[in-house]
């Protein structure tokens, strides 16, 4: 079979040469931007007159039914034709003849690829943007329903600090805030239009990029040649914005896979978010969770795998840049699904509410609060802190826990202690205490949630 560039060539290709420089395996699912690239492409030439109106009404009409082809599965896929551009192209001479060779005026694959690649990163993006709104509901409707139950909050995976299980889990929100406008800010860069650079230097004929660009969605045209045919830092981009959306779905699923061990026992997996064991009928596996915690591994290899391609890589084009697709196709494809089936679980998840406060109430946490008591009651807070781990050890070695001292036996470490002491010691008051601007407390975890039912709401 001929190829595009038969004219300097005497032999045929090497099977295996040609398997190994092939991408259309992988790069066909560009086939929408790639037509719509190229329609826009041709409606130029026309509007320029370097097209006749009937060549370009041709070639608009034939890449509508291409379209259509391969929406059908009757489109025939050829690896000898490399890629998706050539592939399309080809069938394009196919169908109307010679004509269809004047698509490629004032163009090249370079420009044209990687305009398609431009034009899939914003459709993702969007996708994706949608997708970390659909979970951030999630968390604020779960939230939401989650005001009155207090936990222990965890430094160190020792017990800290008593917090509403509201609180700990509108922290996913607001990671996945930051997510959202990292996202926001790679479509930015992915805004912009690299047609019509041509294979680097740009073309002889007298083209308009700006009326492609309108054509295609894009906000602006790249200023040099050179940079538009070589630049994949929004790429890169997409995938830092991905790893490090991944890396948060991985810490939420961690804590999950965590919460419901027996030794935690505070959440149950919905059955349809868990799997069993082939051996041991008892076990109901967090299996979603764990992959949500093992993808961020896939996504972190994408990032630097194409970041390790980049490096030291001359202008302008070269062959290595075709190892950018499946890095991103990868890394797209798993973000998705797991933030879709974080969704899923999240929503689905039971809470046991009675073994997290039972966590709270047989356990050291408001130790915080003993210190801070004796502070309000004038000693210097480093003194306090000091008298508080003597009674915590003190109650240690009886058994009990800290509301159960009487008040002779705290009046041993300080004549500072009162009856007020033990008011101040429940979880409830440990928590309506902390009720600094961001903190734990009941009216602050409120707040919390109205801004961030605003912003949702606003999106
Ligand atoms: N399949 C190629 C890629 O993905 C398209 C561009 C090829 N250009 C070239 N001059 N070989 O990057």
């Known amino acids: 079979m001929k190829k595009l560039w038969g004219g300097r060539f ?19 699912r560009l086939w929408h931007q790639d037509i719509r690239g190229s329609i826009a492409h041709a409606r130029m030439l026309g509007r320029q007159g370097i097209l006749r109106a009937e060549e370009v009404e041709a070639i608009v009409r034939a890449l509508e039914e291409i379209a259509r082809e391969i929406e ?5 896929f050829r690896q000898e034709y490399e890629d998706i551009h050539l592939n399309i192209e080809k069938r394009l001479i196919e169908k109307i003849g010679p004509v269809g060779g004047k698509l490629h005026t004032a163009r090249s694959r370079n420009d044209q690829v990687v305009t398609d690649v431009h034009l899939y990163v914003k459709e993702e993006v969007a996708a994706i ?3 970390i709104r659909d979970l951030q509901a999630v968390i604020l409707d779960r ?30 929100f607001w990671m996945l805030e930051r997510d959202d406008g990292r996202f926001a800010d790679c479509a930015r860069r992915a805004d912009v239009s690299p047609l019509g650079a041509g294979a680097l230097a740009g073309t002889t004929f007298p083209i308009d990029r700006h009326v492609t660009a309108a054509d295609l969605g894009f906000s602006a045209v790249y200023e040099n040649s050179i940079d ?4 994949r830092d929004f790429i890169v981009e997409f995938l830092a914005a991905a790893a490090i959306c991944q890396m948060h779905l991985s810490r939420l699923g961690e804590e999950l896979v965590n919460w419901s061990s027996a030794e935690f026992g505070f959440v149950e997996m919905d059955d349809a978010f868990a799997t069993g064991s082939s051996i041991m009928p008892q076990k109901k596996n967090p299996d979603v969770a ?19 391609v980049l490096k030291g890589l001359p202008l302008a084009y070269h062959t290595d840049l075709q ?22 679980m999240l929503a689905t998840l039971r809470f046991r509410r009675d073994r997290m406060r039972e966590a709270v109430r047989r356990d050291y946490s408001n130790a915080t609060d003993l210190a801070d008591y004796l502070a309000r009651k004038g000693l210097p807070f480093r003194e306090a802190h ?12 009886r058994g009990k826990y800290l509301g159960e001292l009487s008040l002779e036996e705290y009046r041993q470490f300080s004549d500072r202690i009162g009856e007020d002491l033990y008011a101040a010691l429940t979880p409830e008051a440990v928590v309506e205490g902390r009720a600094s601007y961001g903190g734990t407390a009941p009216a602050e975890v409120a707040r919390q949630l109205e801004k961030a039912r605003a912003i949702l709401a606003a999106k």
């Not at 139950?149 to 800290?160: C, S, V």
């Not at 764990?290 to 390790?308: F, N, Q, S």
């Open 323 to 344: 190892e950018d697709k499946e890095r991103l196709f990868d890394a797209a494809d798993t973000l998705k699904a797991s933030l879709a089936v974080a969704a899923g």
């Open 10 to 28: 005497t032999k045929a290709a090497d099977k295996l040469a040609e398997g190994f420089t092939a991408s259309i395996g992988f790069d066909r």
């Open 72 to 76: 059908d599965g009757t489109f025939p």
């Open 228 to 231: 538009a045919v070589s630049d």
């Open 290 to 308: 764990e992959l949500l915690r093992g993808k961020a591994g896939r996504v972190y290899g994408d990032l630097v795998a194409l970041l390790t």
């Open 129 to 131: 943007r949608g997708l």
């Open 386 to 397: 000091e008298v508080t781990g003597r009674i915590v050890l003190y109650a240690i070695e």
């Open 143 to 172: 939230a939401s329903g989650e005001t009155g139950t207090i936990m222990p909050g965890y430094t160190h995976l020792q017990r800290a600090q008593p917090v509403l299980l509201a609180h700990h889990l509108l922290a996913y």
